[in-house]
């Protein structure tokens, strides 16, 4: 379909605004984002001259385009559009209106992708009471509202109320749509990752490989939801070190969505980056390197050199370069990690944190004994406020300070970070 699309488009055609609104959508889909985000900014335009800027299409059309800056990693721009969305929407149809509801749902979700979980969870716990008062506590949205509430716990570290909440959500799931509805598959999905979070990783491995085999039986080998299930399940093998397993099934996904997908869809790029996180973990750095170069030069065509799934991968090439000796080219990949993930996540976020972290390890590896140190004692400070004392990045993050406080001769620093330690 979209050589179709391309073909009209580049014809510079007078195509009214709904169907490059279709056309847009499409793009989306196909992971082509910078192509959607051109023509749903088109529409978003059209409407608002036409419409006005309170036409319910309009407000519809400004929601896709946050969606689309969400996808890009353009948070700012993103958050903007759509609080713009909520605010009219309940000047114009109130507060308790499920259309109003529906925009602070997705707010909650860009408050999520920056990591502003405080905020998501506040405005996801108000989205879930008045669903709950509107709609009742069986309706599929509240449900939904419930579901998406335990993953914001299970992200701020609060996996117990997490599982409390998916375990009765996906009793009630059972009860009314029954074991094989999709909605009941997706709160086993989201509880196996509350189980791997608690460090349950037989329960988290059981609950994936019923869902495979029910997602196999009735959406087929083939569907993006058995695929993600596939990659969940691989994931859990890796964690519990069974990288062959994990090999194999990574293997199968990213040579079905190359044939499903295309080469340059952001779930297959995500495909080969997983894969080359599995050559890591099996010390096959070289293949892993292939790959993730690879991955690397597309996501910047596709999605842009500060995208956050651009970073990830940069990051991980980093990891993998260290590994080959390559230290120096990992230094300037983090450096730009660093720089790029304080501008669009602030200087607090675990994902900042965990980069700084990495470049403060890469300047151990150099010898930069003083830079190390600025940047382990600041992710040390700000992991300890946000991360659980016992979390393996933060514990890294101590290993790697006292060893730079031995080799700047600070001996009573390094013995109170290694005390700290031992008391985990």
């Known amino acids: 379909m979209l050589p179709h699309l391309d073909f009209l488009l580049g014809r510079n055609l007078n195509i009214v605004p709904d169907f490059r609104h279709e056309y847009g959508k499409a793009y989306f889909y196909a992971g082509q984002l910078k192509k959607s985000k051109e023509l749903e900014v088109a529409v978003l335009e059209k409407r608002r001259n036409i419409l006005g800027e309170d036409h319910p299409d309009t407000l519809e059309a400004m929601h896709w385009v946050a969606w689309i800056y969400n996808a890009l990693g353009q948070f700012k721009e993103a958050e903007e ?20 509801l529906k925009a602070m749902a997705n707010l909650v979700w860009i408050y999520s992708e920056q990591g502003k979980l405080q905020q998501a969870k506040e405005l996801q716990v108000l989205v879930l009471k008045k669903r709950s008062n509107i709609l009742g506590d069986d309706h599929p949205d509240t449900l939904m509202s419930i579901g998406i509430l335990a993953i914001i716990y299970t992200n701020l570290g609060r996996e117990q109320e997490a599982e409390e909440l998916e375990t009765q959500l996906l009793e009630k799931q059972r009860r009314i ?6 909605n009941t598959l997706t709160t086993m999905g989201n509880l196996a990752y509350t189980f791997h979070g608690l460090g349950k990783l037989r329960e988290a491995e059981e609950l994936e490989v ?12 083939n569907h993006p939801h058995t695929l993600l299930n596939m990659c969940h399940l691989a994931f859990i093998y890796r964690e519990s070190g069974r990288f062959e397993e994990a090999e194999s099934l990574d293997v ?3 040579q079905k969505r190359r044939n499903i997908l295309g ?3 952001q779930h297959t790029l995500a495909t080969m980056d997983i894969l080359a996180s599995t050559y890591t973990a099996l010390g096959r750095f070289r293949e892993a390197e292939d790959l993730e170069v690879v991955v690397l030069q597309m996501q910047r065509d596709v999605l842009g050199e500060n995208n956050p799934y651009t970073l990830h991968t940069m990051g991980n090439l980093a990891l993998i370069y260290k590994s080959l000796g390559k230290v120096q080219e990992a230094k300037a990949l983090e450096t730009i990690v660093v720089d790029e993930r304080r501008v669009i996540f602030g200087g607090s976020h675990p994902h900042t944190l965990r980069a700084m972290a990495n470049l403060g390890s890469t300047f151990t590896k150099l010898e930069r004994w003083q830079e190390a140190e600025v940047l382990l004692v600041e992710a040390r400070e700000k992991q300890t406020a946000v991360l659980k004392a016992n979390h393996p990045h933060l514990v ?13 001769g ?4 390094a013995e109170d970070v290694n005390t700290a330690l031992k008391n985990i």
């Open 252 to 254: 199968v996904v990213l």
């Open 263 to 265: 080469e340059n869809h």
């Open 177 to 182: 749509l029954g074991n094989d509805h999709l």
């Open 210 to 221: 019923a869902m495979l085999q029910k997602r196999r039986g009735s959406l087929g080998e």
């Open 396 to 408: 890294e993050t101590m290993q790697n300070l006292a060893v730079t406080y031995t080799k700047l």
């Open 410 to 413: 600070k001996s009573m620093e």
């Open 81 to 100: 559009l759509e609080l713009l969305v909520v605010k009219k929407r309940r000047d114009i149809l109130g507060e308790n209106h499920l259309g109003t």
